[in-house]
């Protein structure tokens, strides 16, 4: 069984900075790409925040680059997402999604639980 596990939500003022980790764990034989995705208040579908593969390379939505930064420790099966000048449109919950094979082979898509960021003006 595989776990993806998303921490580090919290509250912030406009401008402030929060952390987000992930952590994949269980049956896991490798992991190819991680994203981060968030969904706003009041929307129904889940956005694109950023993503790295497994060689390291990213890619980030207009919207934050130059703000977020996203990381991975290949070895922990573990994803970040530092976040820096945050703004009130941030506000969404972040979830975390990892692209990996199990330990039987399959390949699938999993997804945390959201961790809320709230980001007030």
């Known amino acids: 069984q595989v776990q993806v596990v998303e921490s580090g939500g919290g509250w912030v003022h406009t401008g402030g900075s929060l952390r987000l980790s992930c952590a994949a764990s269980?049956?896991?034989?490798?992991?190819?790409?991680m994203h981060w995705y968030r969904q706003a208040p009041g929307e129904s579908h889940r956005d694109l925040v950023a993503?790295?593969?497994?060689?390291?390379?990213?890619n980030y939505a207009d919207s934050v680059k130059g703000r977020f930064t996203i990381s991975r420790d290949n070895a922990q099966n573990t994803l970040c997402l530092q976040m820096s000048g945050l703004k009130p449109e941030d506000t969404a919950v972040y979830y975390c999604?990892?692209?990996?094979?199990?330990?039987?082979?399959?390949?699938?898509?999993?997804w945390g639980q959201g961790t809320q960021v709230t980001v007030s003006s």
């Open positions: 993503s790295i593969t497994s060689d390291g390379t990213t």
């Open positions: 269980g049956s896991i034989l490798s992991i190819n790409a």
């Open positions: 999604n990892a692209v990996l094979k199990n330990g039987l082979g399959y390949t699938g898509t999993y």
